[in-house]
């Protein structure tokens, strides 16, 4: 028995409950499951933006590309092989 009075049955039954509120819509289709209207089709200006590539992810990623490929050279010029010849 939980403080709250409910039994533990009452508890699991309850929880279970809220666990399938929170999955069932992630796990179908929302429009379905809300009984919600189509979505509208995308304005022209909402069409450009989508038609142009995404600069700043690029930007980020050859920042991280970069980054990667310094601290490569770093460890392998200046670690590995300023240590000379294997032993």
Known sequence: MHPTGETDQ????????????ILLPLCEDVNLWYNLPPAM?????EKALLAEAPKGTYVLMIIAAALLLAGWAVLYLGRFLGHGPVR
């Open 41 to 45: 089709p995308p304005t022209p200006e």
């Open 10 to 21: 009452e508890r699991s039954e309850d929880q279970g409950r809220q666990l399938a509120g």
